[in-house]
């Protein structure tokens, strides 16, 4: 290309490498508000969190950013890195920059404390102490949208900045396949006379047991406790400051077996990912998944197409056996079926594999109607528990186990719920090519062998860090665009085998 473009490319990185430090130090401080910060500090620790975020501000949308950019936008034969690095640093731009800085300091100190209020709120399972936050936050993505513009439903442009490409009308399409297939799925088992016995899971089981089961369950999928760690919080979140730092949380029941381990399998999924993700990608914007969807792919497959199969437990379930005395007397197969029980229940985090999309679809049609104002806030939870009512066929007793019981919205992640059904989706079409790949998957996974598959996971997809698109990714992989009938296929072959349908 030639010395000048080599130095200002080195300059660019450099640049954008600044912008990667404050972004990972307010990582810190936000891990450490949600982790372990006395209550005191978080109206302090909010400030400092809006001023980091304004100093990014400023570098994303400086005249330097911006004659980074207009250079290497027009220069030809730009390698993928780095045509896909002034891509993304370019919609970073356009989209901060039509953002006034005192709004978005604004809206990051109301983020912060809207955290803070959700808690206290789900704590107390009040609707109230939450709802003035909600509201504000729901008025600046409104407000943002229009700085932002949108084509067709206003909704496009949020799902757009989790999973690029995806639009409202192709989640209708999709979500209304999958739904079909589950509601229909889901009538053959209750029909069914198989009942998966679960109450093993409900006895006394410390949080020092669980714990250690978790981190060496964790440690044997390729989870590096040397780049990484697990913490408490009041909801299990991955949070990467580095691709040797990523952290993990989870949440602990003394009471119940399966909660804290799945999170923690879960997590671990999405840490895995972005511990794989290579050096040279620092400094380019790209050293993070390509998506939500894709990252929820990984962390979807870990927890349940590998986590909650046979194959998996025959490897784990005799060193169960050996840490929990509660499970003496459970069978391989009992205790397989107990933990693919399904149960419609009222908590996205504690459903079953088959009715969590439906978890999703309800968050995804209700975060529709927010965004363009046709919900009011005072009608939200009656909303809320109307549609698990009609599509889950439960009722919430309250705000806690209904429109409080997640924290995405407490910081504005409004388009990012769909991720969740997406991951799904692309993690049963992974799951297709990686059979064909690796033939002897099963067998590896029985040993409890899962580098292979983790090596498998890593060239395919993690190593691309962001730096392909997630429909590319897709296609790269396996061969065609988003396909929902492998997920369709895989839920209904496993629960046919388990309820003998």
Do not use: C
């Not at 730009?78 to 356009?94: C, F, G, I, P």
């Not at 932002?148 to 409202?168: A, F, M, Q, R, S």
């Amino acid at each position: 290309m030639g010395e000048n473009f080599e130095m200002r490319l080195k300059e660019f990185k450099e640049y954008m490498t600044r912008i990667e430090y404050l972004n990972s130090a307010t990582s810190v401080l936000s891990w450490d508000m949600m982790v372990s910060i006395p209550k005191k500090g978080k109206a302090y620790r909010s400030d400092v969190l809006g001023y980091l975020s304004s100093e990014s501000y400023k570098l994303q949308t400086s005249d330097t950013m911006k004659e980074f950019i207009d250079y290497f936008i027009s220069q030809e034969n730009l390698d993928d890195v780095t045509e896909s690095m002034v891509r993304n640093a370019k919609k970073s731009y356009d989209q901060t920059k039509k953002i006034p800085e005192d709004r978005y300091r604004e809206y990051v100190v109301l983020a912060s404390n809207s955290f803070s209020a959700w808690e206290e709120a789900r704590a107390k399972s009040d609707y109230s102490i939450f709802k003035p936050y909600l509201e504000k936050i729901v008025k600046f993505n409104q407000e943002f949208l229009e700085y932002w513009g949108y084509e067709g439903n206003k909704y496009n442009t949020l799902l757009d900045l989790y999973e690029p490409g995806i639009t409202v009308e192709k989640l209708d399409k999709v979500f209304g396949e999958l739904r079909e297939a589950i509601v229909n799925l889901l009538e053959k088992i209750q029909k069914s006379s198989v009942k998966p016995n679960t109450d093993f899971f409900y006895k006394h089981f410390t949080k020092e047991e669980q714990e250690e089961f978790g981190v060496f369950v964790a440690s044997k999928l390729g989870y590096d406790f040397e780049a990484g760690r697990i913490d408490v919080s009041a909801h299990p979140f991955t949070t990467t400051f580095d691709n040797k730092d990523v952290r993990i949380t989870t949440r602990y029941d003394e009471n119940e077996f399966r909660g804290a381990l799945f999170s923690t399998i879960h997590e671990s999924g999405h840490a895995i990912y972005e511990q794989n993700i290579p050096d040279e990608l620092k400094g380019t914007g790209l050293a993070t998944g390509v998506s939500m969807g894709v990252h929820e792919s990984q962390s979807r497959y870990y927890e349940n197409i590998l986590g909650r199969s046979k194959e998996f437990w025959k490897y784990f379930y005799p060193e169960a056996q050996k840490r929990f005395k509660q499970f003496e007397g459970v069978s391989l197969e009992e205790f397989y079926k107990a933990i693919n029980v399904v149960e419609p229940s009222l908590i996205r985090t504690e459903s079953d594999e088959l009715t969590y999309s439906l978890h999703i679809i309800i968050r995804y049609e209700i975060e529709k109607e927010l965004i363009n104002g046709r919900i009011s806030m005072d009608e939200l939870p009656k909303v809320w528990n109307a549609k698990y009512k009609e599509y889950l066929g439960v009722e919430p007793k309250n705000d806690a186990e209904g429109v409080l019981q997640d924290m995405h919205w407490s910081d504005g992640s409004f388009g990012y719920f769909p991720s969740y059904a997406l991951g799904n989706l692309y993690g049963a079409q992974f799951l297709s090519k990686l059979l064909k790949d690796i033939p002897d998957y099963y067998s590896l996974v029985e040993r409890g062998e899962f580098d292979k598959i983790h090596e498998w996971l890593k060239e395919n997809i993690h190593k691309h860090g962001s730096v392909y698109k997630p429909a590319d990714i897709i296609k790269m992989v396996t061969g065609e665009e988003l396909n929902a009938k492998y997920f369709i296929e895989y839920l209904n072959n496993k629960y046919s085998k388990i309820y003998n349908l």
